[in-house]
C-alpha cells in the first residue's frame, strides 16, 4: 500500500513563499505519475500540478511560473516550491499518486488518481 506524508504548510504574507513536500517510499515517483491538488473553501478539489514518471511536468494556468514541482534524488520526495503567493492560494494541498506505472494518461483529474497526503493547509494573508 502506498503511503504520502506531506508536510510544508503555513501561513504567509502576500508574496511570500512555502514549500510543500510529499514523501513516498520505493523511488515511487520514478515509475508512477505524482500531481498537486487544492482545495479552496467551498470548491471543488483542483488541479495544481503535476509530474510524469519520465520527468514531464505541467502546470495549471494559475500558477503557472510561480509554483514549481521537484523530486529529490532518490525519487522519494517530491515538492511543491510555492513563491508570489496569492490570497486565492489560500486551500488545502494534497499530493497524489497514480496506482499504474509508467502511465500516459490524462494526469490533471483527481479522480484518475489512486493514493493521496493527508493535506495540509496553506493561508495566504493580504
Known amino acids: 500500500q502506498v503511503q504520502l506524508v506531506e508536510s510544508g504548510g503555513g501561513s504567509v504574507q502576500v508574496g511570500g513563499s512555502l514549500r510543500l513536500s510529499c514523501a513516498a517510499s520505493?523511488?515511487?515517483?520514478?515509475?508512477?505519475?505524482m500531481g498537486w491538488f487544492r482545495q479552496r473553501p467551498g470548491k471543488e478539489r483542483e488541479f495544481v500540478g503535476a509530474?510524469?514518471?519520465?520527468?514531464?511536468?505541467y502546470y495549471d494556468d494559475s500558477v503557472q511560473g510561480r509554483f514549481t514541482i521537484t523530486t529529490d534524488n532518490t525519487q522519494d520526495t517530491a515538492f511543491l516550491q510555492m513563491d508570489s503567493l496569492k490570497p486565492e492560494d489560500t486551500a488545502v494541498y494534497f499530493c497524489?499518486?497514480?496506482?499504474?506505472?509508467?502511465?500516459?494518461?490524462?494526469?490533471?483529474?483527481?479522480?484518475?488518481?489512486?493514493?493521496w497526503g493527508q493535506g495540509v493547509q496553506v493561508t495566504v494573508s493580504s
Open positions: 497524489a499518486v497514480k496506482g499504474t506505472s509508467y502511465d500516459r494518461d490524462t494526469y490533471n483529474l483527481a479522480k484518475d488518481y489512486d493514493f
Open positions: 520505493g523511488r515511487l515517483f520514478s515509475r508512477n505519475t
Open positions: 509530474r510524469r514518471w519520465m520527468g514531464i511536468i
